[in-house]
């Protein structure tokens, strides 16, 4: 029987992050928290009966990564949706998971403005978190072709106009890892022309 994977479950795996680099934070500093993420995440994914390797024993192989670049943390102007509309994303088994059109990132990389749609899963757990499911010129190349993930903090203020997205924290579905997961595909709106060359890589289990 196929499972269905929330968005939201990389909240247990991922945790809530600090993006931007304050409080003395060097270059140096970030390379070093991200690099210790991802290794948190490999023993979770090793040792976890929630792993997407537990359920039917498919061997863990190493996970791959581009190189942590600061340059991809940025700081996106929130427009939000006021009417709050579901909205239903297909998955990578037909099978379809409800959202919250939450609101619009808008951002540059490289120079080039780029807009993604920000959503809230219907079900929402804690702590709230918001999530992009986005897909880039690497999708189907250097990263998985169903697109990658962010989980973004949910706003503190009322009435607050940004997000903070950081590419480097990009993660693959668990239908990457294993096909018998359901995995929601990102919406129309959230396919990116340009490359985003940090995150996570295709998994190869070869």
């Known amino acids: 029987m196929n499972k269905i994977i929330l968005a939201v479950v990389g909240l247990a795996v991922l945790g809530i992050f600090a993006y931007a680099l304050q409080g003395g934070e060097t270059e140096e500093d970030y390379t070093e928290r991200?690099?210790?993420?991802?290794?948190r995440i490999r023993n979770f994914l090793r040792g976890s009966e929630e792993s997407p390797f537990a359920p039917d024993s498919i061997p863990f192989k190493e996970l791959s990564y581009y190189e942590p670049d600061?340059?991809?943390q940025v700081a996106a102007r929130l427009e939000r949706i006021d009417d709050h509309k579901l909205l239903t994303l297909p998955t990578?088994?037909?099978v379809q998971e409800k959202y919250i059109?939450?609101?619009?990132?808008?951002?540059?990389?490289?120079?080039?403005?780029?807009?993604?749609?920000?959503?809230?899963?219907?079900?929402?757990?804690?702590?709230p978190m918001l999530f992009v499911a986005?897909?880039?010129?690497?999708?189907?190349?250097?990263?998985?072709?169903?697109?990658?993930?962010l989980n973004v903090e949910m706003p503190s203020r009322t009435g607050q106009k940004s997000l903070k997205?950081?590419?480097?924290?990009a993660?693959?579905?668990?239908?990457?890892?294993?096909?018998?997961?359901?995995?929601?595909?990102p919406p129309r709106e959230n396919v990116l022309d340009v490359p985003i060359p940090v995150g996570e890589k295709n998994y190869d289990d070869n």
Do not use: H, M, W
Request: proline share 8%; charged share 20%; hydrophobic share 30%.
């Open 34 to 39: 991200i690099l210790k993420e991802r290794e």
């Open 92 to 94: 990578s088994d037909g």
């Open 70 to 72: 600061p340059a991809y």
């Open 171 to 185: 993660y693959n579905p668990y239908c990457a890892y294993n096909a018998t997961f359901s995995c929601p595909l």
């Open 101 to 127: 059109r939450y609101g619009y990132a808008d951002f540059e990389l490289n120079g080039q403005p780029q807009r993604l749609l920000v959503l809230q899963p219907f079900e929402q757990q804690q702590p």
């Open 134 to 149: 986005f897909a880039d010129a690497t999708s189907g190349e250097e990263t998985y072709g169903g697109g990658r993930y």
């Open 165 to 169: 997205l950081d590419f480097n924290l």
